[in-house]
C-alpha cells in the first residue's frame, strides 16, 4: 500500500464549478499537509500549506485536513480556465511523501 | 525569488551511456532533493542532501548516484542508463517545509 493515495483523474469541469480533490494517508506520523500546482512542462510550486486539522482558506482556495480519517482536501471554488493543472498533496514528516497528482481541465 | 535551475529541459541518451543532470539553487539552502516523476506513480524520491558531502537514499535509489562538492549544487549520476530510467527527473531544494523545484528534465533513454 501506498502511503499516500491520490486519484489520478483525469477530472474535467465548467468553468465557475466546485473543483474538489482528496487524499488518504496511512501515515499517523505526518504533520505537515501541502498542496502544489504543476502546471504543464514545468515543475510543482507550494498552493497551500497547513499542519492542523480543520480548514484553511487562501482566496478561491480551501484546504481541508482530518487526520483522524487521515484524509485531505482541496476545493477550488468558482474554478478558472487557469486553474488547470496537475494538483498533487505532499505530506511530510522527515521527508515529503507525494501524491500520484490528479489531473484537472477547468474548460471555458 | 528562489531559482532552481536543471542543466537541461530535454535529454536523450543511449542504453549504457553515462548521464549527468545537474541541479544549482541560488538561496543558500542546506537540503536538496532529487525525484523522478511518472504518470500514475507521482513523484518519488530518489537522493536528498542535507549539507555538503551528505547524501541519503530515498526510496529508490537503485541505478543512481549523487554528488554534491558545493552547497548550491547537487547532481544526480546515471551511472549506465536504462530504458527504465525514462522520465522526468525534478530537483528541488528546501527552506523550512517548502520545496521549490526546478523546471525538471525529460531523460529519454533509447
Known amino acids: 500500500q501506498k502511503e499516500v493515495e491520490q486519484d489520478p483523474g483525469p477530472l474535467s469541469v465548467p468553468e465557475g464549478a466546485i473543483v474538489s480533490l482528496n487524499c488518504t494517508y496511512s501515515?499517523?506520523?505526518?504533520?505537515?499537509f501541502m498542496w502544489y500546482r504543476q502546471y504543464s512542462r514545468k515543475g510543482p510550486e507550494l498552493l497551500m500549506y497547513?499542519?492542523?486539522?480543520g480548514n484553511k482558506e487562501d482566496g478561491r482556495f480551501t484546504a481541508q485536513v482530518d487526520k483522524s480519517s487521515k484524509y485531505i482536501s482541496l476545493f477550488i471554488r468558482d474554478s478558472q480556465p487557469s486553474d488547470s493543472a496537475t494538483y498533487l498533496c505532499a505530506l511530510n514528516d522527515y521527508k515529503l511523501s507525494f501524491g500520484a497528482g490528479t489531473t484537472v481541465t477547468v474548460r471555458a | 525569488d528562489v531559482k532552481v535551475t536543471q542543466s537541461s529541459r530535454y535529454l536523450v541518451k543511449r542504453t549504457g551511456e553515462k548521464v549527468f543532470l545537474e541541479c544549482v539553487q541560488d538561496?543558500?539552502?542546506?537540503?536538496m532533493f532529487w525525484y523522478r516523476q511518472d504518470p500514475g506513480l507521482g513523484l518519488r524520491l530518489i537522493y536528498f542532501s542535507y549539507d555538503v558531502k551528505m547524501k541519503e537514499k530515498g526510496d529508490i535509489p537503485e541505478g543512481y548516484s549523487v554528488s554534491r562538492e558545493k552547497k548550491e549544487r547537487f547532481s544526480l549520476i546515471l551511472e549506465s542508463a536504462s530504458t527504465n530510467q525514462t522520465s522526468m527527473y525534478l530537483c528541488?531544494?528546501?527552506?523550512?517545509?517548502?520545496?521549490?523545484f526546478g523546471p525538471g528534465t525529460r531523460l529519454t533513454v533509447l
Open positions: 538561496m543558500d539552502h542546506e537540503n
Open positions: 501515515n499517523s506520523a505526518f504533520q505537515y
Open positions: 497547513t499542519y492542523s486539522s
Open positions: 528541488a531544494s528546501t527552506s523550512d517545509n517548502e520545496q521549490f
